[in-house]
């Protein structure tokens, strides 16, 4: 385990629905992202957050709405998606949003949007 | 245009033997590198960062090399075991606007067969 939780692990959803993707981490870190990952295509970053403060969004389409309430979890709120967001969104943190920080990541939520 | 190329093929592999893979990169300049582990319906897993400033650096049966002239990273494990089969990521850590981000290549699989 690396200290990084995420739920769901798998997620069926229409197109018109709205649910959220939940992540803790276990671990004092000050920095937290979210990545999305498809088949054959390298890890995209589409969020960070610093001591709970968004610093970047990668061009993320607004059907994508990232929450971080606190420095240990962060969500991800899904509303109205395509087929094409179908991917693995992988979460993960780091002590500090600094070079040569290790990334420690959560086992992912599997998203299948019908 | 900035490019991170690791093998493109899947590597095949007989256990004991050394793999090598190959991690290329283009129109980047980054501070550190990092190799991850990924296994199916996972999320990566840290193995070893190594600094612009070193040439090569160690973990067990891991070892890294990072030369900044080819831009180019090779990682190698040694006498490799089945059990190291997995898809292999490379990934640049840039200064970004934000601060440090890391940049993923789309990872190569290797496969230890007995």
């Known amino acids: 385990e690396t200290g990084v939780t995420q739920t769901p692990r798998h997620l069926v959803m229409g197109m018109t629905n709205k649910k959220s993707l939940k992540c803790e981490q276990h671990?004092?870190?000050?920095?937290m992202y979210w990545y999305k990952q498809s088949a054959k295509k390298p890890l995209e970053l589409m969020f960070v957050y610093s001591l709970e403060e968004r610093v970047e969004n990668n061009s993320v389409p607004s059907r994508f709405s990232p929450e971080c309430p606190n420095s240990s979890h962060l969500f991800l709120h899904l509303h109205t998606l395509q087929p094409e967001d179908s991917a693995l969104y992988l979460c993960a943190s780091s002590h500090e949003l600094a070079g040569g920080e290790t990334q420690y990541f959560g086992p992912g939520t599997r998203l299948l949007v019908l | 245009s900035q490019k991170i190329e690791q093998n493109s093929e899947a590597l095949n592999i007989q256990e004991g033997k050394t793999a090598t893979l190959t991690c290329n990169y283009t129109?980047?300049?980054?501070?550190?590198l990092q190799w991850y582990r990924q296994d199916p319906g996972r999320g990566p897993v840290f193995l070893l960062l190594?600094?612009?400033?070193?040439k090569e650096k160690r973990k067990e049966r891991l070892k890294v090399t990072f030369d900044t002239t080819l831009k180019q990273s090779l990682f190698h494990i040694t006498a490799s075991q089945p059990a190291d089969s997995a898809t292999y990521l490379c990934?640049?850590?840039?200064?970004?606007?934000?601060?440090?981000?890391?940049?993923f290549g789309k990872g190569t699989s290797l496969l230890v067969t007995p």
């Open positions: 129109n980047y300049s980054p501070a550190y």
């Open positions: 671990l004092g870190h000050n920095a």
């Open positions: 990934a640049l850590d840039m200064n970004s606007n934000s601060g440090y981000a890391l940049n």
């Open positions: 190594i600094r612009e400033n070193e």
